[in-house]
């Protein structure tokens, strides 16, 4: 059974920045695709961020040129780097891997003045 831990979100003012993690249970999980989606309230949950084993990355064209995913293999870890933040960013922030078909709890960010 796999498992996956997001943390790093949290309260920042508009054009701040917060890193998300996503701490793996197992590497076959971090090494393979893995995906950050949200989900604002009342909105369905969207993909915005995904790397595949051969580093290939997909952005949501809402978040392209602020967000950055990455992962460190080592640490069984992907990221989410989130810069210059925006009001309509707010929401739960998911992570996913593809391979196992495994959702993490979710990690609020809330982006307000």
């Known amino acids: 059974q796999v498992q996956l831990v997001e943390s790093g979100g949290g309260l920042v003012q508009p054009g701040g920045s917060l890193r998300l993690s996503c701490a793996a249970s197992r590497s076959s999980a971090s090494a393979n695709t893995m995906a950050w989606y949200r989900q604002a309230l009342g909105k369905q949950r969207e993909l915005i961020a995904q790397?595949?084993?051969?580093?290939?990355?997909y952005y949501a064209e809402s978040v392209k040129g602020r967000f950055t995913i990455s992962r460190d293999n080592a640490k069984n870890t992907v990221y989410l780097q989130m810069d210059s933040l925006k009001p309509e960013d707010t929401a739960v922030y998911y992570c996913r891997s593809a391979t196992f078909n495994v959702w993490g709890q979710g990690t609020q960010v809330t982006v307000s003045s």
């Open positions: 790397i595949t084993r051969g580093n290939s990355i």
